[in-house]
């Protein structure tokens, strides 16, 4: 069996040296670099040979990779490298990088032609001035021979490593049995699916139950397909930090029940929770953990790999002991994990790694997404920009002179686009050209002006400065299905100020092909009814297959009742405090326990709160509040104790909505006093237009199904075991409408209800 390497993944792994150096230095984007090389091969005669696929061994390894051009008349192969700035102050560990490839891209070359010696050229192409600077070396093939072999030496070893670990981890997961007595039921026919998915090469859109153990029903399929797919990744993605540790907990269930599981698993966390100096910068001037990190990383990186469970803890301990940084130390094991635990945007931001890695090193890979319905909004921040011009005349202030006379033409122009908008807040059908282009400019000043003053800038005129990179780089893929809005702030002020969005309202461009990308990939959830709503947002594949796995659950367990009498809208919400105070008092009253208390704000929360505390105050509560840090959610989740009672009050579609696991009588009931429907202002009214134009179904797709989803959601957090029992109670009239009840879930067995009214039904509104 071969090991199969890409040129520039032995070389970082054989070359690299010395500092972490994240000091930012701006580089020439992607199209730049493309651009770059394609001058670059423009300059050359008709005979230049441009992108050369190439590859050779050297005992049981494989090494493959494109060379950037070889020259026959000049015997010279090229590699290219795109810059701007002053190269003189290329560090000196990035050239000794950049020699490695090219002298291995010479190498084979010589092998390919039978070549007895070959020019070997560092091209350097500055795509400001478009000036090439090179730097050329003759070798004998048997000099680079040599320089290969000893670069395939340091690797093989790590390699032989890696093939032992992936024979013994295909032939444990073909023995991996089920670590619990048997399935829940459904959690085997979810199973059974995600394997079929997988093996055919399908996405698969799977909407499960909450308590029938989703995340092992996922993972211990796709954990079985590892050796007849031939897949190098299971990437688990989730949404919040607790949909991780779900995963963490189901493979250390795994590894209990099945000991000599050769697998290992990582956890991804950010980086502001992972250093260990936040108030030093990324680089060996600043942090000890920077300084020498290339240096002392093949240690860490052995100790690593010889841990099945990399979570935070793991890394963390293993970055002291070796004293490197713990942040970076996971971002190399995400290219030597089996499986990794990881958020959204890991696999599906503009600049995932996850994805990267894969599409560099040609990885086959299996993806899961945890609470998929969550990835529709996730996908919309990932692929939208913002600018604030408080922000920019804050950054105005301090900016270097050199950077005054742009960031000035940025306001100007800014400026220009409120003329003709007299109200607060307007949507637009295209981005100001002018703006752009002021916004392009300012962005060039400024990475030039950091080339040559490397000490960089204040944090406030850098980020600045990465939001308008951000903002130029989705204005290029400005289309339908975005929106560009202005919404006016200070409106007493002379001149008022404003923030500027483009804002992505259907992410499926840019989720489809990333979940075309992966062998399989399986979004499950609770909550993804409608499925078209989903496939039109996510731009899931035509052939992608959909399951509704039957609840294990019966309506016995779980009494939902409609209580119709009360409406929750805007206008009649001061009428339904005392009413909502007193049917959860009631119910208090009957069956004393934990319950949670759904409400559509924190204002909405907070009033009916206190009245039940005035009215009944032997009732225990308590409350979320805005902006609850981990350790403030966890200790309102604590109070949710066996023996306890009380009533917390929680916003819907926030921490406490989903993901929470509360089973048995820490948690008995739950009341949703809310449609959950998404607020009504400018913004979403003009998504509303855009989805009605795109889909012809406006109103459902921003309101109705987003609001009903979290409705589903809150209330699965009462029934999470087949011996729990609950109540929940939908506080709404709008509820008793045969459209609404005909989204909520079929086991919930909703059949006529005393208090409903006789009258005519209503269009849903606020």
């Known amino acids: 069996m071969s090991y199969s390497i890409a040129v520039r993944a032995l070389c970082e792994f054989t070359a690299k040296c010395g500092d972490l150096d994240l000091r930012f230095t701006p580089s020439p984007t992607a199209q730049e670099g493309i651009a770059g090389h394609r001058t670059v091969a423009s ?20 090494v493959r990779g494109r060379a950037d051009g070889y020259d026959p008349a000049q015997n010279c192969l090229e590699e290219v490298k795109t810059f701007r700035g002053d190269l003189a102050r290329q560090p000196p560990n990035h050239r000794r990088l950049h020699w490695a490839q090219a002298k291995v891209y010479g190498w084979l070359m010589c092998r390919r032609l039978g070549l007895s010696q070959i020019n070997v050229a560092l091209v350097y192409f500055d795509i400001v001035s478009e000036k090439e600077t090179c730097l050329v070396e003759a070798f004998s093939a048997d000099e680079l021979q040599r320089f290969f072999e000893r670069q395939c030496g340091l690797f093989l070893q790590w390699a032989e490593q890696e093939l032992a670990h992936r024979q013994a981890r295909d032939l444990g997961a073909q023995r991996l049995g089920f670590p619990h007595a048997g399935f829940r039921p459904g959690q085997r026919h979810l199973a059974e699916s995600v394997f079929k998915a997988v093996s055919t090469g399908r996405c698969l859109m799977a909407q499960a139950p909450t308590g029938i153990g989703k995340t092992l029903g996922t993972l211990f399929p796709m954990l079985k397909a590892l050796a007849p797919q031939q897949l190098d990744k299971v990437y688990f993605l989730t949404a919040k930090t607790p949909g991780r540790q779900l995963a963490l907990d189901a493979a250390h269930v ?9 697998l290992r698993v990582l956890e991804m966390v950010a980086r502001d929770k992972a250093c260990e100096h936040p108030d030093k910068a990324c680089h060996g001037e600043s942090c000890p953990l920077a300084e020498g990190f290339y240096d002392r990383l093949p240690v860490a990186r052995q100790a690593a790999s010889q841990v099945r469970l990399l979570d935070q803890a793991a890394i963390r301990d293993i970055a002291r002991r070796h004293a490197v940084c713990p942040y970076y130390l996971s971002q190399e094991m ?28 040609q990885w086959k890979v299996a993806v899961l997404v945890d609470e998929a319905h969550n990835l529709v909004e996730r996908g919309r921040q990932m692929y939208s920009a913002s600018l604030d011009q408080a922000t920019l005349d804050s950054v105005r202030k301090t900016a270097p002179e050199a950077l005054k006379k742009p960031l000035q033409r940025v306001n100007r122009e800014w400026n220009a686009l409120h003329s003709g908008q007299v109200a607060p807040y307007q949507a637009y059908d295209k981005v100001g050209e002018k703006l752009l282009q002021a916004v392009s400019l300012c962005c060039a000043s400024i990475g030039d002006y950091l080339n040559d003053h490397p000490q960089g800038l204040d944090s406030g005129l850098q980020n600045f400065y990465f939001e308008m990179l951000q903002f130029g780089r989705v204005a290029e893929l400005f289309d339908d299905r975005y929106l560009f809005d202005i919404s006016k702030r200070d409106l007493d002020r002379k001149r008022p100020r404003s ?28 909550t993804l009814a409608p499925r078209r709503f989903y496939a039109d947002l996510l731009g899931t594949p035509a052939d992608t297959v959909s399951i509704d796995v039957e609840s294990p659950f019966c309506a016995e367990q779980l009494q939902v009742r409609i209580e119709s009498r009360i409406s929750t809208r805007f206008s009649h ?15 208090f009253g009957e069956r004393p326990g934990n319950y949670l208390a759904f409400f559509s704000s924190f204002d909405y929360l907070q009033q009916v709160a206190q009245l039940l505390a005035e009215r009944h105050p032997h009732i225990p509560q308590w409350q979320q509040s805005r902006g609850m840090t981990e350790e403030r959610r966890q200790a309102f989740l604590d109070r949710f104790t066996a023996d306890g009672q009380g009533i917390g009050f929680a916003v819907l579609g ?5 993901g929470i696991d509360l089973p048995g009588a820490r948690l008995i009931g739950a009341f949703i006093a809310t449609l959950g429907l998404p607020q009504l202002n400018p913004v979403n009214e003009q998504m509303k237009r855009r989805m009605a134009a795109v889909f012809g179904a406006g109103h459902d797709y921003v309101y109705l199904f987003p609001g009903v989803q979290k409705v589903v959601q809150a209330a699965g957090r009462v029934i999470r075991t087949q011996e729990d029992r609950g109540v929940v109670t939908l506080i709404d009239d709008r509820f008793a409408e045969p459209r609404i009840r005909q989204l909520l879930p079929q086991w919930w067995a909703l059949g006529a209800f005393e208090d409903e009214p006789e009258k005519a039904l209503e269009p849903v509104g606020r």
């Open 254 to 262: 795994l590894f209990e029940r099945n000991e000599a599981l050769p």
């Open 499 to 526: 923030q500027l969005c483009l804002r992505n309202v259907v992410p499926a461009a840019f989720i489809g092909p990333r979940l075309c990308a992966a062998r399989g990939a399986v979004l499950f959830s609770a």
């Open 654 to 658: 926030g921490a406490f909505g989903e």
């Open 43 to 62: 300059r050359r005669n008709d005979a230049y040979q441009s992108e050369v696929a190439l590859e050779g061994e050297f005992r049981h390894l494989k």
């Open 573 to 587: 919400r001061q009428a339904s405090l005392a009413p909502i105070a007193e049917l959860i008092a009631r119910q």
């Open 334 to 361: 995400a290219r030597w994990a089996d499986v990794v635990v990881a958020d959204y945007n890991y696999y599906f931001d503009f600049s995932a790694l996850l994805f990267g890695l894969a599409q560099l090193n």
